[in-house]
């Protein structure tokens, strides 16, 4: 067996040594953006490998299938000679939400339901905004358990939700957020039942809800050790039900637990780190070692770019917004054209593709703008975290009747079956990708007779399309700049990041008449600050269309915390060209 002390342990710093070797029960880490969270992770499950423990009994779970296959991969490359060929690989890795399906499906059978037929389900029950009522039946699931007390006032009326409940039991169905009660509440009842596991690990703990939290401490009740990892600095999902304080009193859950902070930034440069740790220093809510305020660069910091300040720039309106990140990269990128190539092509040592850029937004409408830009421009691009034909698709899988159909051949079916449902290319290939990895287990198992086991391949595709997030739907591999939320970019990494709208009311984001919590506004603002690898620029207009009116927008009130030191202004001035004249046809 490779001795993985001397291999792996060796190449980390004191602090991630730490954190792997630790012999505590419960260890909590606060890993900080660039500190080698998921390296310390996937070295800490190689050490447990090392030191006896099956891979069927170590649990590791993350937020996003994602986060996922990257621990996977990691762990490939990691511990790799330590797995006995014979045994599966990993087989307990994964999101919360698959973990609990995988443990209910052999407990029963049930339908799994994604938004859309929650969608034709409420409007059925003559719900109006039906996408409302499924925010906040989300919320109420994910704050409280079913059995707990009154649900809060604001929420969805307790007819409708009781109606909704009743529907989904006549139906023996299951919405998302029911995955984790009804898997904590099998747990609790039938512990006898109930899977053993000897060590449990778990991704970004910052982000979990009162139910993951319940079923997390049910799972490490039999003896389980537990090692949490994730940043209290990025914890943005207050609205999912997440809990900045859950992270902060670890260890009244768990006593005893060691507490380790990672608090070096190996991804960022130096001017990104300081401006980005200026900003979060604000926050009280916060772990850090004693004596330390925010993270320190790393002396092989990325820095091909000589360090280069963060750039704030202001344009006169969200157009002008577009046109700066347009110029910019084509800038970066030496030029776009003959024309623009021969003037540009010396402006940077550093050679770009268009998927080294991101945009980030605070809300969706945000996007417009960059939409309708780039549309006009010769740069390609793709707007992130619209999975919902796919869930739309899973729907139409369910109901096909498999009488007939190839049984040989399962993903050729699906193949079609997609192309006559008219997915797109760019969901295609996850698609595809899902059903070749199904379609391995069946094979390895040696279980594909008759109808049954096609029906069952069918209702194991929808599962997975229906667990999907909006960040899953990102093709890494295409070259394309990215446009996508602050929220969806957590977990993500670029060399160049631009940040729009940084302006108050976007950000921090404020509603009339509802308060505003600033230190989650900040901390998501630093997570899209902490993307950037190598340049960032933060972007906002004099002023912007809001819901068809033209408003005055003051910057952001976190620019001004962001210190001077490593700092530059850009004011851009731009006017919108006249519209080109179009040549007529012959026969127009």
Not at 53 to 67: G, Q, V, Y
Not at 484 to 499: D, N, S
Request: proline share 5%; net charge neutral; charged share 25%.
């Amino acid at each position: 067996m490779t001795d993985f002390n001397t291999q792996a342990i060796d190449s980390l710093n004191a602090a991630q040594k730490e954190a792997v070797v630790s012999p505590a029960r419960y260890v909590l880490v606060a890993a900080g953006p660039g500190s080698g969270k998921t390296r310390v992770l996937a070295f800490r499950y190689a050490r447990l490998m090392e030191g006896g423990a099956a891979p069927e009994k170590l649990l590791a779970i993350t937020f996003t299938n994602r986060a996922a296959d990257e621990m996977k991969a990691r762990l490939g490359a990691v511990a790799g000679s330590l797995r006995p060929q014979h045994r599966p690989d990993f087989p307990n890795i994964g999101t919360f939400h698959k973990f609990c399906l995988n443990l209910l499906r052999k407990k029963r059978e049930f339908t799994l339901i994604g938004r859309p037929a929650q969608e034709t389900l409420l409007k059925g029950m003559g719900v109006k905004n039906a996408d409302k009522a499924i925010e906040e039946i989300s919320a109420f699931k994910n704050s409280v358990s079913r059995a707990a007390g009154e649900r809060d006032k604001g929420l969805l009326r307790p007819e409708s939700f009781d109606l909704y409940e009743a529907a989904l039991r006549e139906r023996n169905s299951l919405d998302l957020d029911d995955l984790i009660i009804e898997a904590a509440g099998f747990i609790e009842m039938e512990p006898d039942s109930a899977p053993v596991f000897s060590h449990i690990l778990v991704d970004e703990f910052q982000d979990i809800n009162q139910p993951q939290a319940r079923l997390v401490k049910l799972l490490t009740a039999s003896g389980a050790s537990l090692f949490a990892i994730g940043d209290p600095d990025q914890s943005i999902y207050a609205f999912r039900g997440a809990s900045v304080e859950r992270f902060l009193e670890f260890g009244n859950d768990y006593p005893g637990a060691h507490l380790i902070t990672l608090d070096t930034n190996y991804r960022s440069t130096r001017s990104i780190v300081h401006a980005s740790g200026e900003l979060i220093k604000k926050n009280t809510m916060r772990i850090l070692r004693p004596g330390v305020t925010a993270l320190s660069a790393a002396d092989t910091a990325s820095d091909p770019c000589g360090d280069e300040a963060v750039k704030v720039v202001i344009a006169a309106d969200e157009n002008g917004e577009a046109e700066f990140v347009l110029r910019e990269i084509e800038r970066l990128m030496g030029g776009l054209t003959s024309l623009s190539a021969s003037s540009l092509a010396r402006a940077v040592e550093r050679p770009y593709r268009f998927s080294d850029f991101v945009v980030l937004v605070r809300t969706n409408r945000q996007a417009d703008a960059f939409k309708e830009a780039f549309r006009r421009s010769p740069i390609p691009f793709e707007v992130a975290g619209n999975i919902g034909p796919l869930s739309i698709f899973a729907e139409h899988l369910r109901g096909l009747n498999v009488d007939g159909m190839d049984k040989a051949a399962p993903v050729d079916l699906i193949k079609k079956e997609a192309g006559a449902f008219g997915l797109s290319d760019g969901f295609i290939q996850p698609l595809i990708g899902m059903a070749e990895s199904l379609d391995r287990q069946g094979r390895l198992l040696d279980d594909r007779q008759g109808n049954a086991w096609l029906k069952s391949f069918l209702n194991a595709l929808a599962d997975s399309l229906i667990l999907m997030q909006p960040a899953d739907s990102l093709d890494i591999e295409a070259d394309r700049v990215v446009l996508m939320t602050l929220h969806m970019a957590k977990g993500l990494e670029f060399p160049v990041v631009f940040i729009a709208g940084c302006e108050d009311g976007l950000v921090p984001l404020r509603f009339k008449g509802a308060s505003t919590d600033m230190e989650e506004e900040r901390r998501l603002l630093y997570v899209g600050m902490t993307r950037a690898r190598e340049r960032l620029y933060l972007l906002n207009a004099g002023r912007r269309r809001i819901w068809n009116e033209v408003r005055r927008q003051s910057p952001s009130p976190f620019l001004k915390e962001l210190g001077d030191g490593s700092l530059e202004n850009i004011a851009f001035a731009w006017v919108m060209p006249a519209r080109r004249p179009v040549q007529k046809g012959l026969f127009d």
